[in-house]
């Protein structure tokens, strides 16, 4: 199925929020996500089943004033 | 010591992060500065990017604490969703919550920062609000449980210092009890140490430190620049007047004219 994760589509396996962060190269690493505008959890994170379409906010620790 | 929700610091300066050289010259700037708090920010990270796991390796090195920001976020949605996201990827209840409601000058949308902050405030967080010098909204922002306030000096980036002092000192006078911080606008320590004159707990900055010709010796000075102001409110300043008023005695001088 299709997700859009930070606005780059990608194929992907059905499944849930955290395979496909694994799949895509996030494993292991410090972020935090949403799903359609909706914060998840990182523990929510393996019982969040994607659909397609579903849109990815994937982010991370940066430089802010 | 200044006192943010129970939380004790000895530095008066809190520090953003953004904008410098290099990764080294902000390690040192926040060094030089003293700070104990630096604002810290989330931003997209792709699945082969690292920059967001390296900056956080360097925040952790340098055992301060971090106030993330919600910066960039126009609507109380995306203020909300990103503090729930700072919140657990930073372990920390406290949020710098920005809502912004007009693109050039970047002024707070005080309806929506009211809104956003009774929600946080509500959930857990301990909200640090971005907001103005406007008396009516800083009393919603403590109703909605706000128990620090962070009006701006002058519109983010702008190194114009304090634009309202009048504004500013109405609202010392107006929460004697409530932490003030004087966020973005200054662009060098006499603008720090005038916020600190005019009795504020502390002063937020990052443009000016990290975009002057030498990072390191302008968080320096702006330390500098805090501890002045801080001791000089604390010595309680003459009051201006009008007329001049000889220094030196005027009793005894020789009498040396025709």
Known sequence: MRI???DDMHEVSPGTLAAALE????????????????????????????????????????QGG | MASFYGVELKSRLLLGTSRYPSPAVLERAVKASGAEVVTVSLRRESGAGRAGQAFWSLIQSMGVRVLPNTAGCHSVKEAVTT??????????????????????????????????????SEEG??????????????????????????PWGAPIG???????????????????????????????????AAAM??????????????????PVEMARAFALGVEAGRA???????????????????????????
């Open chain 2, 197 to 214: 004159e005019l009795g504020y707990d502390a002063v937020l900055l990052n443009t000016a430190v990290a975009e002057a010709g030498d």
């Open chain 2, 125 to 150: 967080f301990e909200v640090f609000p971005y907001t103005t010098e406007d008396l009516v909204v800083a009393e919603r922002l403590v109703e909605a449980g706000c128990r620090v306030l962070m």
């Open chain 2, 232 to 258: 000089a409110y604390l010595a309680r300043p003459m009051e201006p007047r009008d007329m001049a008023v000889p220094s030196t005695p005027v009793i005894g001088k020789a009498a040396l004219g025709d």
């Open chain 2, 83 to 120: 503090a729930h996201m700072a919140r657990e990827l930073f372990d920390t209840p406290w949020i710098k919550l920005e809502v912004i409601g007009e693109a050039d000058t970047l002024q707070p949308d005080v309806f929506g920062l009211v809104e956003a902050a009774r929600i946080l």
């Open chain 2, 158 to 192: 702008s190194a114009r210092g304090l634009n309202n002092v009048y504004g500013l000192r109405s609202m010392r006078a107006h929460f004697p009890n409530i932490p003030l911080v004087v966020d973005a606008g200054l662009g060098v320590p006499s603008h720090a």
């Open chain 1, 23 to 62: 799949s895509l190269g996030y494993g292991g690493r410090k972020i935090a996500t949403a799903v359609n505008g909706r914060f998840v959890a990182a523990a929510a994170r393996p019982r969040t089943e994607l659909a397609d379409g579903d849109k990815i906010e994937v982010v991370a620790p940066m």
């Open chain 1, 4 to 6: 859009f994760l930070n």
